[in-house]
């Protein structure tokens, strides 16, 4: 003990020394643990505030999108005919006809189109029938537009929903009509398209099928005759037959 007195008594002033530089460093320890605690609490905090607000942000997005698909008026329409996809469906309000053809995948080869305004503006529960060309004839006579409907049937095609090939606003037949006297009647037999074409209801693609029926079959042995092309009905024979001749 004696020994151990005397030490401290001759190293008194190393040893307080010693324990204060002890003291120093243990503190120095301790606070940049608490400063790296502190940052790494501050650097979650912001990667979490981060998040919060970009989910925010995808939240809001999100929700403004639903407002403007609500907000967004569609129509339904039902198309059928000479396309390749008929059916019902929906299209943004304003749409027109060319529209309804395209998202029911386009027109089929032999579509009539000639009578009918691809530009026209859709409205909800429109009806829309493309007629195929071997079907001319209904649209010049006027029966593919005749549809009766019972007012209880609320599945009936009404007329003022109706888009079809139809002859109201333009007919072949008003322009051709009066360019043949009574004087000048059309020789089947002989008649190249031009000529032909200046019958009623007969356009360009009728008189090609008139030349290629001649050619295959021999001449016409009467005007009767030709009702055996394609897409020449009694209703066309009716309005040509008084300016043929064979």
Known sequence: MEKLKDYYNSHKRLII???IVLFIFIGIIYLFLVNSEEATLSSEEITTN???KQSDKEINQVEKRQEEVKSEKTIKIDIKGCVM???VYSLSEGSRVIDAVEVSGGLTEDAYTKYINLSKILKDENAIIINCEEEENLVLSGENTQFSCEANNAACIKKEDLITSSLEEESESEVTDTEISENSKVNINEADIEELTKLSGIGESKAKKIIDYREKN???????????VSGIGDSIYAKIKENITV
Do not use: D
């Open 17 to 19: 020394l010693g324990l």
């Open 50 to 52: 981060k998040e919060e």
């Open 218 to 228: 021999g001449a016409f042995k009467s005007i009767e005759e030709i009702k055996n």
């Open 85 to 87: 996809n008929p059916g």
